[in-house]
């Protein structure tokens, strides 16, 4: 069965800092992969997905992510952490279900704090 | 952009009654809606998935006769928690998806405390 493990449950950078969010998955085949950002009180947003094609994907807010068939991985980051970043990041992979659609397996998430 | 809306925010009940939460597609058709739960610091957990006009496919563990889904419209989707119990206390998030896109639009769901 497919899963995702995000093994950093919080991670802290100062402001200004670089950051990576990691995130592994098993899926026996080519898998879609998603980080999803949920600031409280707002709903999951998406920050970048990976189909297939280039292995580096960008996203929205500056975020970026690579998939790394032969790791098992798709890691998230982002070059300068901005306090508005604080919030908690989900990891997701879908999996092919029928009629061309997808169910999408969560990570437990990370939490990230920012430093001033 | 797509906006998906969950009704109430937050409720509060008492053991043994049922709540209901509302998940509404503001600006595009809903076809298929999904219902996760939340625990806290951990993820979201796939309840169920119901495509408009059909009943609700359920991952295995969750209840049916407890978690009634109801999908009647291409913009609602109803989540009814039936004789709650403390246990049932948590955060339910709904989110859509129009057609067979892969990407999912979510609300910015109902925190549940029974008390």
């Known amino acids: 069965a497919q899963s995702v493990t995000q093994p950093d449950i919080h991670i802290t950078v100062s402001e200004g800092a670089s950051l990576e969010l990691r995130c592994n998955y098993s899926?026996?085949?080519?898998?879609?992969l998603f980080w999803y950002v949920q600031s409280p009180g707002q709903g999951l947003q998406l920050l970048l997905k990976?189909?297939?094609?280039?292995?580096l994907v960008q996203g929205i807010k500056g975020f970026e992510a690579e998939f790394k068939r032969s790791q098992s991985s798709f890691n998230l980051r982002k070059p300068s952490v901005h306090w508005s970043d604080a919030a908690e990041y989900f990891c997701?992979?879908?999996?092919?279900?029928?009629?061309?659609?997808?169910?999408?397996?969560f990570g437990r998430g990370t939490s990230l704090i920012v430093h001033p | 952009g797509a906006v998906v809306s969950q009704h109430p925010s937050w409720v509060i009940c008492k053991s043994g009654t049922s709540v209901k939460i509302e998940c509404r597609s503001l600006?595009?058709?809903?076809?298929?809606m999904f219902w996760y739960r939340q625990f806290p610091k951990q993820s979201l957990m796939l309840m169920a998935t119901?495509?408009?006009?059909?009943?609700?496919?359920?991952e295995q563990g969750v209840e049916k006769d407890k978690f009634l889904i109801n999908h009647a419209s291409l913009t609602l989707s109803t989540l009814t928690v039936t004789s709650a119990h403390p246990e049932d206390s948590s955060f339910y998030i709904c989110?859509?998806?129009?057609?067979?896109?892969?990407?999912?639009?979510f609300g910015p769901g109902t925190r549940l405390t029974v008390t």
């Open positions: 899926y026996g085949a080519t898998p879609y």
């Open positions: 997701a992979v879908g999996v092919h279900a029928s009629g061309g659609s997808y169910i999408p397996t």
């Open positions: 989110s859509a998806r129009e057609g067979l896109t892969y990407e999912q639009y």
């Open positions: 600006d595009f058709q809903a076809t298929t």
């Open positions: 119901s495509n408009e006009g059909s009943k609700a496919t359920y």
């Open positions: 990976y189909f297939s094609g280039d292995t």
